[in-house]
């Protein structure tokens, strides 16, 4: 299962890599995701909520359903599970190049 809010996805996985290290929260939010013009963030606040890096990708367990919030995007709440954290990509044909969407 796949869900989105802006340019973040959340994909739903089996597992999450044992590599996996824990992400402090900021500001008492889980940052999925920053905007680089706005400085606005995908962000989930919910207490059963633990965020994980492996390597260069981000994953998100949830003990028990979760809201993903933003300034100007509506929120979403998800099923608990876990979840790799992934961004929309945009192709730009003249470059031949893919790059992340940024809010």
Not at 13 to 39: C, D, F
Not at 49 to 58: I, Y
Not at 64 to 69: I, K, Q, R
Request: cysteine-free.
């Amino acid at each position: 299962m796949l869900y989105q809010q802006g340019d973040v996805l959340l994909e739903r996985v089996e597992s999450i890599p044992e590599t996996k290290k824990a992400v402090k929260k900021i500001n008492g939010r889980h940052i999925l995701a920053e905007g680089e013009v706005t400085g606005h963030a995908h962000a989930v606040v919910d207490a059963g909520v633990k965020l994980f890096e492996a390597g260069t990708e981000k994953f998100l367990s949830a003990s028990e359903d979760f809201t993903v919030v933003h300034e100007e995007h509506k929120n979403i709440t998800l099923p608990k599970g876990d979840y790799k954290i992934r961004i929309v990509k945009e192709y730009d044909h003249f470059e031949e190049e893919a790059r992340e969407v940024r809010d």
